[in-house]
């Protein structure tokens, strides 16, 4: 069955793979991923508020990457694009948020399981939507029995190290493993003022541009850094662990988060808050260690966990990401001069329940973005209508942003001060194209479209994304009924009401 589908998937662009030329024992894989973390908040970057010495541990051992984007700016299409070595744009239903994962897409577990790997997940697999059809969660078989007291309400329930420890104990020791750690943090909701209890303190708090900076903003940026710090505590046991079971130096460990941080202008949206995220991988010996400001994207994750195991490309083919194998363990040139990333539909935020699709790229110190629909909402439509029919409280929708005191202080704010600015920035309309230096403007603040001294970037820019598009088949500018075809799949949750647009 395996091969059948695989001799389906057509690989969407020609990478040579140069192999380390060591003979190296087949590893385990351990993949750990947040759920809604930005770059740079972990402490191995030097931020000023979050402290994560588990993960600054694992880029201690191996790679620290300064530069790592995923796919898409939100759950479900970053988490499948991972599974599957492909971009979510070639990955039908799987590819937008909250839908079906269809079964004839191959992901890297379903190849290492055909190679005698134990495979299995705890927490957040692929989430949210509906992959019944598979007869399992795309991240292998769910291990999420064992339940602890969480510190804090907005903290899972789940015991991800007491998880890990059954799989392994249930595992068969003559095959390696490859285990997924779905962290639920810091997703939304933080119960508030929890760093009270922790004993931080506003003053610090280094608030990013694209939000005002005031103590509302600073507490709630302080509730998502305890979550972030409970979930590299879980990281540490987990090592730990690994170490106890003599399993460290040979297991292959990634440590990233599916999209940024829950707050405005930063997930759901291809602004770089949105899409680039921590990352850190280590494999004992193997892996030279270094800084490095390489620019790689997540969708070279299943390529490089297969690459290690030592499967044949032939069986990987259909992928369009590369291993970064030969980058991490022998200092070749990654190779990789641009990353690629959209989305489509995120939550129900819109008239007929329509999305916002955006397709972008980041090439050195620039972030291109193309607004396929400018004429919508980008944050949704600003009020829904209530169970009766009738329009709800004003400025109460936006639901592509989620709910927060940060998005609660936004609209309270939108008619005072500098809080008009940072409204209109965050729900107003947007062109259809932005261009933004990131090197000078990492909050993506001012776009560069209009300017003429980039005109030539623009148009260098412009056309990278089209040859990508068109190479991967993306039927949004493939087909003239590509709109039509990604607003059929189905969203498999509520769905709100709107009033019709005029």
Known sequence: MLTSILSCSKPSEEIVINHPKEVRSTPNILFVIADDQSFPHCSAYGNSFVKTPAFDYIASQGCLFQNAYVTSPGSSPSRASILSGMYPWQIKEA??????????????????????????????????????????????????????TPPYSGISNIDYVENFKLFYQDSDKKQPFCFWVGFNEPHRGFE??????????????????????????????LDYSVEIEYQDAQLQKIIDF??????????????????????????????????????????????????????????????????????NRSSYGHMSGKSMLPFLMENKEQKREAVYFGRERHSSSRYANLGYPIRSLRKGNYLYIRNFHPER??????????????????????????????????????????????????????PYEELYNIENDPCCLDNCIEKPEYKGVLSELRGRLDQLLYQTNDVRVTSEKGDSIWESYPRIDSIRNFPPYE
């Open 95 to 148: 590819g937008t948020h909250c839908s079906y994962f269809p079964k004839d897409i191959v992901c890297y577990t379903d190849i290492l399981t055909a190679n005698g790997y134990n495979v299995g997940y705890t927490g957040k697999g692929w989430a949210p939507g509906d992959c019944k059809e598979r007869g399992v969660n795309p991240a292998g078989k769910a291990f999420n029995k064992k339940k602890l």
């Open 377 to 430: 909402w980008p944050a949704g439509d600003p009020t829904p209508l209530d169970k009766n029919n009738n329009l709800a409280k004003a400025h109460s929708g936006y639901f592509d942003i989620d709910g927060s005191p940060t998005k609660q202080f936004f609209i309270n704010n939108r008619e005072n001060g500098d809080g008009v600015q940072y409204f209109i920035r965050t729900v107003g309309f947007r």
């Open 192 to 221: 508030r003022d929890s760093w009270q209890k922790e004993n931080k303190s506003l003053s610090i708090v280094s608030v990013p541009g694209f939000l005002p900076n005031h103590d509302v903003v600073k507490g709630d940026l």
């Open 242 to 311: 690994l170490k106890e079971k003599g399993l460290f130096d040979n297991t292959l460990i990634i440590v990233t988060a599916d999209n940024g941080m829950a707050f405005p202008n930063a997930k759901a949206t291809c602004y770089d808050a949105g899409v680039h995220v921590p990352l850190a991988i280590c494999w004992g010996d193997k892996i030279k260690r270094k800084n490095t400001s390489e620019i790689v994207s997540s969708v070279d994750f299943a390529p490089t966990m297969l690459d290690a195991a030592g499967i």
